[in-house]
């Protein structure tokens, strides 16, 4: 490491700046980042990955040190780990289908291990700011203040998860009020009253839970999505034959539809409200006890809450409950802190990226995870990052930047018409997604390296 003058504003003058110029940067050290720092390690590229928590493994980690985590006591895999796990190390034979997030964090742990990823991360350390540095690359400053230059940063920082956002209606609530972020199990609802807000993956688990222990259990949801359970014929139900996986979303539509038919019906059966779109163009909500739950009245759906008042709630439909305390499972949005606003998302939601990685006007800046697959982020973090890994070596190329923004336009336009509006612009088939990447890797390949063609696939 090389200590050079100062190379960002006036008011970091006195701050000491290294140049590690021939060094990469990964911001984050979970499941999307660790999958980076292996495809950064297998091309002896060198790199420094810093993480703010005292461990790695993301979301995955529970209870997270030094704040809150969007993980909780009681979190499983809805995801099964044929699905989920990198292709690269599969999750142990003697895992579960559906690993709890122990194990999911084990699993992790074993991955920066076994691939010798540990002596890159530096633990407890927060990149505070990753601006352009003068004379190229990229200054990165951590939070005790020092400024290193890159010559690129890959941002894996779970940016979708960024902050908490929460439902709002009229009037001051006099009960309890967190968000999912600060849930931590059902123990704390114990003979209490209980309105949960919104409908997704995280808010059927911990209405399910939450109504084995409290008095009362309402639902509030404004907009419907499709249930499915996590077993089907004996087997985790997202583990598609090689024959489906090859099959479009539209393709499979009609099976799909017909399987939820088959096994839950229609949801306005629940109470819940119709999704405002079809199977498969939004992702499933996987859940064994949650439809159940309702039909054993446990829960009770209800409508959007209209107002509040001391601790009565109220609904659009004109009913009222009296509530202990209410959960906002109401999502997050997308954030980077570290990054100027004006530099990646231009007002929008999600920076445009070409194929939701590559920032076109921005050389050097990467976005590892930031993609919301139907499925598991895991196996497609590990594409991405052996795409980013053969530009950084140069064994791939990148098309014009004005081919980078048509194709931004039109994967955006497409979007609009395959998926619900609420997916926003970063939902993607796994199973096309992973042969996008492919395809790209092989039509800009500058070698004939035959590993430019897919990613190492464990083999026992
Ligand atoms: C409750 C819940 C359940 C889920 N269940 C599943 C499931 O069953 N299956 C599935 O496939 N997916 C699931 N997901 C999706 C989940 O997003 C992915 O599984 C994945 O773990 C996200 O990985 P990531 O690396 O992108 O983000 P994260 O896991 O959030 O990791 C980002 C890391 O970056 C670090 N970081 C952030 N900012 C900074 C900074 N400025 N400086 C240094 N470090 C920083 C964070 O501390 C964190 O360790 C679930 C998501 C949630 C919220």
């Known amino acids: 490491m090389t200590t050079v003058s100062p190379n960002v504003e006036s008011d970091r003058a006195a701050t000491p700046t290294t140049d590690r110029e021939d060094t990469v940067c990964v911001i984050g050290a979970g499941s999307a980042g660790i999958a980076m720092c292996r495809a950064l390690a297998l091309r002896d590229i060198p790199f420094d990955c810093y993480e703010r928590r005292s461990e790695i ?131 704390d609802f114990a003979g209490q009253r209980v309105v949960i807000l919104g409908l997704g993956a995280t808010s059927a688990d911990i209405a399910t839970e939450v109504s084995r222990v409290a008095a009362a259990t309402h639902l509030s949801v404004r907009t419907g999505h499709y249930v499915v359970p996590k077993i089907l014929e004996g087997h985790p139900i997202d583990k598609l034959s090689p024959f489906m996986k090859k099959l479009s979303v539209e393709q499979r539509r009609p099976l799909l539809t017909l399987m939820i038919k088959i096994v839950h019906g229609d949801m306005t059966a629940y109470g819940l409200p119709a999704p405002p779109y079809k199977p498969g163009q939004g992702p499933l909500i996987s859940n064994s006890e949650f439809l159940p739950a309702i039909v054993h009245g446990r829960i009770a759906p209800k409508p959007t809450i209209t107002a509040v008042e001391g601790r009565m709630v109220r609904f659009a439909d004109g009913q009222a409950v009296e509530a202990d305390a209410i959960i906002h499972c109401t999502g997050y949005r997308i954030a980077f802190p570290f990054l100027d606003d004006a530099l990646v998302s231009g007002g929008e939601d999600a920076p445009p990226l070409y194929h939701l990685v590559v920032p076109p006007e921005i050389p050097g800046l990467y976005f590892i995870g930031l993609i919301h697959s139907m499925m598991s982020l895991m196996p497609l973090a590990e594409f991405q990052s052996e795409w980013v890994g053969d530009l950084l070596t140069d064994a791939v190329g990148l098309p014009s930047r004005a081919q980078m923004w048509s194709q931004i336009r039109r994967a955006r336009r497409r979007q609009d018409k395959r998926f619900h509006s609420s997916s926003g612009h970063l939902l993607v088939d796994p199973n096309e997604y992973e042969r996008l990447i492919a395809a790209e890797r092989r039509t800009y390949a500058t070698t004939d390296r035959a590993d430019v063609r897919t990613v190492t696939r464990w083999k026992r």
């Open 57 to 187: 493994g993301g979301l995955w980690r529970y209870p997270a040190q030094g704040g809150s985590t969007c993980a909780y006591m009681s979190l499983f895999a809805n995801t099964s780990k044929t699905v989920m796990q990198y292709p690269s190390y599969p999750m142990p034979d003697g895992y579960p289908d559906y690993p709890h997030h122990t194990q999911v964090a084990r699993y992790f742990d074993d991955y920066v291990d076994h691939f010798g990823l540990r002596k890159h991360i530096r633990l407890e350390t927060e990149v505070t700011r990753v601006e352009p540095a003068t004379g190229g690359g990229w200054a990165v400053t951590l939070g005790d203040g020092t400024v290193h230059r890159y010559r690129a940063a890959m941002v894996a920082s779970g940016g979708r998860h960024g902050v908490p956002v929460y439902g709002q209606f009229d009037g001051t609530f006099t009960g309890r009020e967190i968000h999912a972020v600060d849930y931590d199990g059902p123990a």
